[in-house]
């Protein structure tokens, strides 16, 4: 099993990995066959990158590549086919030289992250072929989920069940991978190797976890989660069937330290896939901050990190101190740039304008954009990435600054609920601490107003984030949240701010996303709309 990270689009560095894996499974493991990913070639999901002929003569070029260097090895490798009848989403095996069989994908998700009937066109007929005596039934990634592919190779003869994948992360998302695998080897009897795709792609990262099943849906090897590497399976034939040698079977980590994982691997795929130098931070002394800070150094080192305070009238001598011992014990650079200077220039350019008014939250808009100029300012002359630190609270209810706090270029909690920031801070300080206990005890504050604190303008965290997961990933209506129990005036709040800021997502930065309906590609709302007011009045209100 080859869980590989792949460049989308880079289709000749691609065929290069495929090249290298292969002679090191033939030459060090003695492998009959290699496995690879889901759209090998091209990466996963190439998106409309597909659209562009140029592609699919790489395609053709690396093809050809592959049977005229690789030998004494059977290669599975998955790649988009343009046939005259339509694009397929397709698997070829390469033996010696030749592609001897070809099998294309039937079922094409299209919801959540998925798009694939966008570009492909499904599947005719079932792909049975044989390696080394064995029969194998070849399907690609959805095709394991439905029981029709699994079914029709076995009853077509296959003995073993090779499935391709490119299965992005979300919580809870391995478990339900190996138990619905399990169902496919209960109706067919069949072990199933399950190859999956490692690496962060914009806002997706793919956590590998290949696995092996036996006949009897036991798991006979699984690769780690979030690495890149070889995996090598042995079978044995016995009495018609075809038994599964016991492997390495990797322990699944618990569920905040696989988040964590998770989101390195998205920052760190993000940095160097794109060729970043370095990542810029802005660092406040909260947790958000911090977090992201210590996110950054596992992703790419501290050499490479650049932390940046920039304190205002209304910063704590607190927030200084804590952010300073967080740079200091992560070993990241350091500097304090004070956002003085250019705010008080700002309100003095602006104060005719302004005569009359009283101070309200465009003055505190006005230092977090000053802010993201000096934060822009160092990303561009240094041609390191600037890292946001809103989490997914924030995001939702639009409790975060517009060409503000919201610049820059990835969003590594974008995704992250505020109570999960918590315990994913709680976890990194449990391997080292780097966090000062105290910024993750105080009550969080933007610090743009005197003894401004978050619930000052928002909910509880507590009661907040339950009414955004309900509301936002499972969908729920404003009616079934109050009859749940949550206070009917809270609720109408924060869905009336969920709504009404969803102009300012559309004009966020991507980042990693952990959930079942991140912001993003995962959810498509549109900005201008009725449907909350519709909502309301239906309920008489």
Same mark, same amino acid.
């Given at each position: 099993?080859?869980?590989?990270?792949?460049?989308?689009?880079?289709?000749?560095?691609?065929?290069?990995?495929?090249?290298?894996?292969?002679?090191?499974?033939?030459?060090?493991?003695?492998?009959?066959?290699?496995?690879?990913?889901?759209?090998?070639?091209?990466?996963?999901?190439?998106?409309?990158?597909?659209?562009?002929?140029?592609?699919?003569?790489?395609?053709?070029?690396?093809?050809?590549?592959?049977?005229?260097?690789?030998?004494?090895?059977?290669?599975?490798?998955?790649?988009?086919?343009?046939?005259?009848?339509?694009?397929?989403?397709?698997?070829?095996?390469?033996?010696?030289?030749?592609?001897?069989?070809?099998?294309?994908?039937?079922?094409?998700?299209?919801?959540?992250?998925?798009?694939?009937?966008?570009?492909?066109?499904?599947?005719?007929?079932?792909?049975?072929?044989?390696?080394?005596?064995?029969?194998?039934?070849?399907?690609?990634?959805?095709?394991?989920?439905?029981?029709?592919?699994?079914?029709?190779?076995?009853?077509?003869?296959?003995?073993?069940?090779?499935?391709?994948?490119?299965?992005?992360?979300?919580?809870?998302?391995?478990?339900?991978?190996?138990?619905?695998?399990?169902?496919?080897?209960?109706?067919?009897?069949?072990?199933?190797?399950?190859?999956?795709?490692?690496?962060?792609?914009?806002?997706?990262?793919?956590?590998?976890?290949?696995?092996?099943?036996?006949?009897?849906?036991?798991?006979?090897?699984?690769?780690?989660?979030?690495?890149?590497?070889?995996?090598?399976?042995?079978?044995?034939?016995?009495?018609?069937?075809?038994?599964?040698?016991?492997?390495?079977?990797?322990?699944?980590?618990?569920?905040?330290?696989?988040?964590?994982?998770?989101?390195?691997?998205?920052?760190?795929?993000?940095?160097?896939?794109?060729?970043?130098?370095?990542?810029?931070?802005?660092?406040?002394?909260?947790?958000?901050?911090?977090?992201?800070?210590?996110?950054?150094?596992?992703?790419?080192?501290?050499?490479?990190?650049?932390?940046? /305070?920039?304190?205002?009238?209304?910063?704590?001598?607190?927030?200084?101190?804590?952010?300073?011992?967080?740079?200091?014990?992560?070993?990241?650079?350091?500097?304090?740039?004070?956002?003085?200077?250019?705010?008080?220039?700002?309100?003095?350019?602006?104060?005719?304008?302004?005569?009359?008014?009283?101070?309200?939250?465009?003055?505190?808009?006005?230092?977090?954009?000053?802010?993201?100029?000096?934060?822009?300012?160092?990303?561009?002359?240094?041609?390191?990435?600037?890292?946001?630190?809103?989490?997914?609270?924030? /995001?939702?209810?639009?409790?975060?600054?517009?060409?503000?706090?919201?610049?820059?270029?990835?969003?590594?909690?974008?995704?992250?609920?505020?109570?999960?920031?918590?315990?994913?801070?709680?976890?990194?300080?449990?391997?080292?601490?780097?966090?000062?206990?105290?910024?993750?005890?105080?009550?969080?504050?933007?610090?743009?107003?005197?003894?401004?604190?978050?619930?000052?303008?928002?909910?509880?965290?507590?009661?907040?984030?339950?009414?955004?997961?309900?509301?936002?990933?499972?969908?729920?209506?404003?009616?079934?949240?109050?009859?749940?129990?949550?206070?009917?005036? /809270?609720?109408?709040?924060?869905?009336?701010?969920?709504?009404?800021?969803?102009?300012?997502?559309?004009?966020?930065?991507?980042?990693?996303?952990?959930?079942?309906?991140?912001?993003?590609?995962?959810?498509?709302?549109?900005?201008?709309?009725?449907?909350?007011?519709?909502?309301?009045?239906?309920?008489?209100?």
């Amino acid at each position: 099993m080859a869980q590989v990270d792949l460049r989308v689009g880079d289709v000749p560095g691609n065929v290069s990995r495929v090249i290298d894996c292969a002679a090191r499974a033939r030459d060090e493991l003695d492998a009959d066959l290699i496995v690879f990913p889901e759209l090998t070639l091209t990466g996963y999901p190439p998106e409309d990158l597909l659209l562009r002929p140029v592609l699919h003569e790489m395609v053709a070029e690396g093809l050809e590549r592959l049977c005229a260097e690789v030998r004494g090895i059977d290669l599975l490798v998955g790649h988009p086919e343009q046939t005259s009848h339509g694009r397929y989403n397709t698997a070829s095996l390469i033996r010696n030289g030749e592609i001897v069989t070809r099998c294309r994908k039937h079922h094409l998700p299209n919801y959540s992250v998925f798009d694939e009937k966008r570009y492909f066109v499904p599947g005719d007929g079932f792909c049975v072929t044989e390696v080394a005596g064995i029969r194998i039934g070849v399907t690609i990634c959805e095709d394991i989920w439905l029981p029709g592919p699994a079914r029709a190779a076995v009853d077509d003869g296959a003995q073993l069940l090779v499935n391709l994948n490119a299965s992005p992360f979300r919580t809870g998302k391995s478990n339900e991978r190996e138990a619905v695998v399990a169902e496919r080897v209960g109706e067919t009897h069949c072990p199933v190797v399950y190859v999956n795709l490692v690496g962060g792609q914009d806002e997706l990262v793919f956590d590998g976890e290949s696995f092996v099943l036996d006949r009897h849906a036991a798991t006979a090897v699984r690769a780690p989660a979030c690495e890149e590497g070889l995996y090598p399976v042995d079978f044995a034939p016995e009495n018609g069937y075809v038994e599964v040698l016991p492997g390495e079977v990797s322990v699944r980590a618990d569920e905040i330290a696989g988040i964590y994982r998770v989101l390195v691997l998205g920052v760190r795929d993000y940095i160097e896939k794109n060729g970043f130098g370095g990542a810029i931070i802005g660092l406040s002394g909260g947790i958000d901050s911090a977090l992201t800070l210590a996110i950054a150094v596992d992703a790419i080192g501290a050499e490479r990190v650049q932390a940046v /305070m920039m304190p205002s009238r209304y910063t704590a001598d607190i927030s200084l101190e804590d952010a300073r011992a967080e740079a200091e014990t992560l070993g990241v650079a350091y500097q304090e740039i004070s956002i003085e200077p250019p705010f008080n220039s700002f309100l003095e350019v602006l104060s005719d304008a302004f005569a009359g008014t009283r101070p309200d939250a465009t003055e505190e808009n006005i230092q977090a954009r000053c802010r993201g100029i000096i934060l822009m300012a160092l990303s561009n002359k240094q041609g390191h990435i600037l890292l946001t630190t809103g989490n997914k609270s924030e /995001m939702s209810v639009g409790y975060a600054t517009l060409y503000g706090d919201m610049a820059g270029g990835f969003a590594p909690i974008k995704d992250v609920p505020k109570l999960l920031v918590y315990r994913l801070s709680e976890y990194r300080n449990s391997i080292t601490p780097v966090i000062p206990q105290r910024v993750i005890d105080r009550p969080p504050s933007a610090e743009l107003a005197p003894d401004q604190k978050d619930e000052d303008s928002l909910p509880p965290y507590e009661l907040l984030d339950p009414i955004l997961e309900g509301y936002i990933e499972q969908d729920m209506g404003v009616r079934k949240l109050i009859a749940l129990g949550f206070d009917a005036d /809270m609720v109408r709040r924060v869905a009336t701010m969920v709504d009404r800021n969803e102009y300012k997502r559309r004009q966020a930065p991507p980042g990693v996303r952990i959930s079942k309906r991140a912001f993003g590609r995962d959810r498509r709302y549109p900005i201008t709309s009725g449907f909350l007011d519709a909502q309301l009045a239906r309920d008489g209100k």
